[in-house]
């Protein structure tokens, strides 16, 4: 039987890898410019410390993981044979993959409590497992790239959020579009239709618009009991339209009688003057239609769309008034967002848009034709490396064109040719792969040669 891999998993070879850590590094670097540091947890979890926090729907999609030893030994017959998988899996599973990296973030603040200093920036960088059907952009396994601060209600930080949404993706070179809503706005709405109790219902199924259309959206809102009075209240604000200012004024006139929704108005507007006052360069867009499913944001809620690929969203979050409440630590405000790789990864590679070598990739490699010259190469590889530079050397004596393919299949830029005539001068012969011009140097040409490449 031939080897294989779970569905909805991937391999990724050496150049795979180059590209991701080009992702990986890039967001690092803006995550730190803004004061963030990394953590990490593990990857499994407490069901009870999952269990609850993603809706019912979030629940199904935790990969479970079986009680070592023997699983079934605290399970009766007449239990087995009732086949309630619910009743059944609280038995022979305490543990689980981790959904995503914002629960176990809000179980270590309340755990390091004593040790963090607040308002506590963070970000983490680490596989999440979701038992989905894998489809395009979609997967089992992927990699999410959090960065949250907890501890401080300022609008400051949503501001932040932006800035490096707009960094990192200038970086990229990824055009994308930074949507914006604020879940008061939401409950405003459902306030002032008649709803204020169905707030979920109604965001769960305007989250669709984009995908299902306004038709299936009042359909759906009608199947899940939302008066038909309440549905034709809602119209005008699915058809919010003109400049982020002119929705923010319409907004202020319908949500009038609504005082937590005039609230979120005023946040919204807040933001989008801090903005201003910054000079970002990614269109952010008022966006009513948003409302991102989990349950737990309660302020601004963040989404980022690629503007030239067909993909759902790459990046988003919002602010959370009581994530670490579950925990028995309540009235820590929260806001973050939540990179996601593998479809920026994806994005990147339906453009091309990854830089053409890599830091990770081998800049020269000495070919020898006997013990003496790998003996010669040694001290210069070392030294090379000394420098910085990623240097190999070709392991055993073989012809010629063995190893100049080797280089070739590598996409190494340079190759170091040794013999008799290079070691008596104490010199290489400096072949470029690119033009094929070839010149005998000593140490100092050569790191002249391979720094001068770098540059262009």
Same mark, same amino acid.
């Given at each position: 039987?031939?080897?294989? &891999? ?9 150049? %795979? ?5 080009? &992702? !990986? ?14 953590? =990490? ?29 023997? +699983? ?40 390091? #409590? ?8 963070? +970000?983490?960088? @680490? ?14 396994? $992927? ?14 930080? /949503?501001?932040?959020?932006?800035? &490096? ?17 604020? #879940? ?10 008649? %709803?204020?109790? #169905? ?29 038909? /009075?309440?549905? %034709? ?33 005023? =946040?919204?507007?807040? &933001?989008?003057?801090?903005? /201003? ?5 990614? =269109? ?17 809620? $963040? ?40 479809? *920026? ?13 890599? =830091? ?8 020898? !034709? ?16 000394? @420098? ?23 996409? *190494?830029? !340079? ?42």
């Amino acid at each position: 039987m031939k080897p294989s &891999i779970p569905k909805g998993t991937r391999d990724f070879s050496p150049q %795979e890898m180059a590209n991701r850590n080009y &992702i !990986f590094n890039t967001i690092k670097d803006v995550f730190r410019l803004y004061g963030f540091q990394q953590i =990490e947890t593990p990857a499994m979890e407490n069901l009870s410390t999952l269990m609850g926090k993603y809706g019912e729907e979030g629940d199904k999609l935790l990969f479970k993981i079986l009680n070592s030893g023997d +699983y079934l030994s605290r399970v009766s017959e007449a239990e087995l044979e009732e086949k309630n998988s619910i009743k059944l899996t609280q038995k022979i599973s305490d543990k689980g993959l981790r959904y995503d990296l914002t629960v176990p973030f809000a179980r270590f603040v309340v755990q390091h #409590r004593n040790e963090i200093s607040f308002p506590f920036k963070r +970000y983490q960088i @680490q596989p999440v497992w979701r038992a989905d059907r894998p489809q395009k952009g979609r997967y089992r396994e $992927f990699y999410q790239c959090d960065v949250d601060v907890v501890g401080s209600d300022s609008l400051l930080n /949503e501001l932040e959020l932006i800035q &490096i949404v707009d960094e990192v993706y200038r970086r990229l070179k990824i055009n994308v579009v930074l949507k914006i809503n604020n #879940r008061k706005v939401l409950s405003g709405i459902a306030e002032i239709v008649g %709803e204020a109790e #169905r707030i979920i219902d109604i965001t769960v199924a305007i989250d669709k618009l984009d995908k299902i259309g306004l038709e299936n959206v009042n359909k759906e809102l009608a199947e899940k009991g939302i008066s038909a /009075e309440a549905i %034709e209240k809602i119209q005008p604000i699915l058809k919010l339209s003109g400049s982020n200012q002119e929705k923010l004024n319409q907004l202020k006139t319908i949500l009038a009688s609504s005082e937590t929704g005039l609230k979120g108005v005023d =946040e919204l507007e807040t &933001i989008f003057n801090l903005c /201003e006052s910054v000079n970002i360069q990614t =269109e952010v867009d008022l966006d009513l239609t948003l409302a991102r499913g989990l349950n737990y944001y309660t302020g601004a809620i $963040f989404e980022v769309k690629a503007l030239d690929v067909e993909i759902g969203s790459i990046t988003g979050g919002g602010r959370y008034d009581n994530l670490t409440g579950v925990f028995g630590m309540p009235g820590v405000s929260g806001v973050g967002i939540s990179f996601g790789a593998d479809r *920026i990864y994806d994005v990147l590679n339906q453009l091309n848009l990854y830089p053409e070598t890599s =830091e990770e990739q081998t800049r020269i490699l000495f070919v020898s !034709f006997g013990e003496k010259e790998l003996a010669y190469c040694l001290p210069w590889a070392n030294s090379l490396r000394n @420098q910085g530079i990623n240097v190999e050397i070709y392991p055993e004596p073989a012809k010629m064109k063995k190893q100049m393919t080797y280089a070739d299949n590598k996409n *190494i830029p !340079f190759v170091a040719i040794v013999g008799e005539t290079e070691m008596n001068e104490n010199k290489v012969m400096l072949k470029n792969m690119k033009t094929g011009e070839q010149k005998l140097v000593g140490i100092d040409e050569l790191l002249q040669a391979i720094s001068n490449e770098e540059t262009k």
